[in-house]
Structures are given as structure tokens and as C-alpha cells.
């Protein structure tokens, strides 16, 4: 039974979410606040046969005049919801800020004052001097180490008088002296970011595709795991039942499995490197260190790592764009994401470029190069585009100070990595199941009835109906069917083109048609999983016209592409 709510507040990068963690253990759910696509994590800290639910809002970083619509919800909640007090977290970079935000609170209900880092810094006063200074309970705090952790847990069930905070004798520094590294440096940031992104592409490249950046292939990969295990379950399941039933469960039940255990492991280890960079600070710190120069080329500077990490999955960078701050910066995140290239799309370009460009094999570093670089020149202009149609600014809103870099505490690290994937296999992986077993019958099933050639069936007859828009590049429908089953999963891409022998068809394509088919896949729509995230952070109206706009984009883009290269004599 919950006998108190409490929310929890503060400035960006304070470790509020980490304090949350340490606080709730492992009972944690988000739901969206009413009325918006703004997400809230509540979790419940538990003594007994009691407890306190525990409300985490958004950050607040102008607390006297809030700009945006992330900072005005975080302060009315605190305000005006129904909670029986307010946990204001400050910490030593943004000293002020966390002060003033409790001074405001205090005056309508009962605060309890948070210094958190206090293993990297405390105020020159002990917890009690603070406490009847300030006339509000105060806690130090480190979510890292532990330390304060049990006392503010305890302080939760006891009845926290209201008391307005006083400042006028207090005096507050505007943040506290931290060393930050040579990273704050914005040449050293932005190269470190770029370095991170490449890094991690690579590596979720190589581990799990087995793929090589130079189109060698590696012995052992999960990709070729997961073949394995595929191909065994489907013989099995053939040889027992066979016919249309056994190929149901091998190609709707158990692709639906499959495919849930590969995009897991995608998401997985993403979501384990996201929460590292945040974490220990990395990210607050280079992403802050470039916003500025970012937000000139319209890209959020809040979600320039969410952007790093669509190069690995879109799916968890999506999810990772609905907790970012601010709702310009979360909107147009999300937008931006599937104009990223994911390591499927890239494995994907490096096996087109291999098998049609053996004869040329100098080209096959450009040919996978170039659909990148067009789709970071289209993703400025679908920013241009969003940003004047739904009026979201990408500049910084205050200037707030970089966080310390710090080890993570491990504990909450891994806690946040399994709420993470947790919230993906609940909200995503139904529906992604759900979409491939009710497309089976299309590749299954014909105008003449079942089929085991997948040319003669309906999936193929849509192939063919698509085909006169892709004339003009050159393409047959072998190679455009493969893309329709893309928009599900890019995985099953290079699987249906082998089946449509659209890969060999590629291979005898001009340059110009190849090189279309690759910059049209590099951004022509999200996979399934990344639109279900997509809905639920920016809504169905908007989830809708990034589809149109993408395929508009990809499609333009592909043409010009091949009208380019067809006057280019080779």
C-alpha cells in the first residue's frame, strides 16, 4: 500500500536518475505524463508492509522564467500534483539553480534539499548546520558511492514538515569548482564523438554481422550463430510437419523469435554503451562542449548522442530520445533518427557493394561511404523542414556548466540497462511479432494459392506493382520486393534478395542503379520496431509524416543520385 508520493526534481546532469535508481531498486515503470508523449518514471521505495512512490520529472534548469515545455510540466507537477513532498536535487556545478528550484517549491509544500556528487564536492557546512540554516531538511548525497542513500530512503517515511527555504543569508556560488578534462574542449568533443560513434558502429558490425568495414567476412559472428540456429530449427520443424503449417511456424512463429533474439542483442549492448557515456559523464560533457555549433546546422544538441548511437540501432536511440530534456530536443530527435544508417543498412551496403562491385573493387569503400554522406546532407534538410513546420528551435536552453566525468555505480548501471530493454521487449517486441506473423501470408500465399516460389506470390505481386516507380533508376521488382519486407526488419533484406536472386540481378546493374538501390536503402523508412518508438514519442501525426517525408527524401535522393552517375562515363 502506498502511504506517500513524492516527486524528485533538480537541474539537468545532477544524477537525479541515478539517485531515483539507488532509491527504488528494481520497482520501476514509466508511463506518459497526461496529455503528452513526455515520459515519467515512477518507481517505489518500500519499508515493510510500506511504501512511497517516487515520481522522476523532467529537469529544470530555469527555475524563475522555465523556456521550455519540459521545464514549465516538471514545475507545475511539482507544484501542483498531488504529492505529500518534493525531493530538490542540487549538485556542485549547478549550485544555484537547485537552491532557487527548492526556494520556489518550499513556499507551497514540503522540500527535502539533495546535495548529490557529495564524494566530489560538499558545502563548507555539515548536514545539520545546512539543515537549520536553509529551515529545510538536507541530505548529502552520492548516488555513485552509496553515501546518504539509506538516510534519505528513511527520511522519505517520516513526516517532513512545510518550511520555506531561506537563501538571503546563505551565500551561493554560481557552481562549484570541478576540473573537467581536455574533452570540454569543442575540437577534442567533437572528435571524441565522432570517434565513439565509429568505434561502436564497428564494433556491432564486426561482432554481430561479421562484417569488416573493408567487406572481409569474420569466422565467427553472431550472425552466422544465429544462421546456424535458424536454419537447424527450420529443417527440424519442416521434417516433423512440413507443408504450409510447418512453414508458419518456421517463418511467423519462429521469425518472430529469431528476430526479437537478434534486434536484443543490438539493443542490448547499445543501451549497455549509452548508459556508460551517460553515465560517467562523457556525454554531458562533449555533447555540451558542441551544442552551439551543432544547433547552427539544426541538429538538437541534447540528442547529437542519441544520433551516435542510430549508426549502431535506431530502436535504442529512439528509446533514448524520449527521456532526453527539452521537447524541441526529444521531437526532433526522434525525427531525425531514421536518417541514420544502422549497422543492418550497413551490413547491407557492404554486401550489395561486395557482389556488385567485384569488378571494381576500389569502389566499394565509396560506394558504402557515399549513401552516409547523403543521408547527413538529407537529415539537414528534414531538420530544416521539421524545425520550420513545427516551429522547434534547436538552441541551448541556459548555459548549463558540463558535468564532472566520474566512474557509474554498477549496480544502478546495470539496473538502467535492463529497465531499458525491459521497456523494449515489452512495447516493442509485440507489436514487431505481431507484424511478422500477420505478413507471412503475403510471401506464402498467391493469386493461384500457396506458393513455395516467393515469385509467385502476393508479397512478389507488390514488388511488381512498385516496380514502374523504380524504372526510372533501373531497378527490377527482385530488387525492390526485398525492400517492402525492410521496412519490418533490415535484417531480412539480404534474405529475400538471395531468394528473389535480386543480388545477382544487382550485380549486372549499372553503377548508377546500384548506387541508387544503396543511398534509397540508407534512409527510405525506420524498421517497424524504431515507428512503434517513434509513435510513442512524438505521436501518431507526426510518426506518419516522418514516414511520408522519408520516403519522399530517399526517393529524391536516389534519383538524383543515378541521374548524376549516368552522366559520368565509367
Known sequence: MVVKRYAIIGPPNVGKSALFYALTGVFVKTANYPGTTLELQKGVVKKGSYSVELVDLPGVFNPDSPIDEDEKLAIKEALEGAYDGVIVVAAPHVLKQGLRLAEIISARRPVILVFNMADLWKPPYTQEELSKLLSVPVVFTSAVTGEGVAQLRELLFKDVPKSSLRLQDLKVPEYAVIKSAILSRPPIALATLLALGVLTTIFLMAVIEGVTPWGGNLPVSLASFFDFL??????????LIGGPAGRFITEALWESVLTLLILSVYVIIAFTLIVLYEDSGLIALLSKSVERRLSYVGIPPRGVVCLFVAASCNVPAAITAKALWGRGSRVLTALLTPYVPCVARLAIFVAVAAAALSRIPYLIPVAVFIPYLISFGFALIASFIYRKALGIKTEAIGIVPPAPLMWPRWYIYFKKVAVSYKEFILKVGPLLSAVIIALWPLRAYGPGGYVEDISQSYLAAIGNAFEPLFKPMGLPWQVVMPLIGGWVFKEVVLGLLEAT??????????????????????????????????????????????????????????????????????
Open 230 to 239: 535458424d536454419q537447424h530449427v527450420s529443417q527440424a520443424v519442416m521434417a
Open 501 to 570: 536472386g535480386g543480388l545477382q540481378i544487382i550485380s549486372t546493374l549499372p553503377l548508377s542503379s546500384i548506387m541508387a538501390f544503396l543511398v534509397f536503402t540508407a534512409f527510405y523508412s525506420a524498421c517497424i520496431a524504431t515507428l512503434s518508438v517513434l509513435y510513442r514519442t512524438v505521436g501518431l501525426k507526426l510518426t506518419a509524416l516522418s514516414v511520408v517525408v522519408n520516403l519522399a527524401m530517399a526517393y529524391i535522393a536516389a534519383l538524383a543520385v543515378y541521374a548524376a552517375l549516368s552522366l559520368v562515363p565509367l
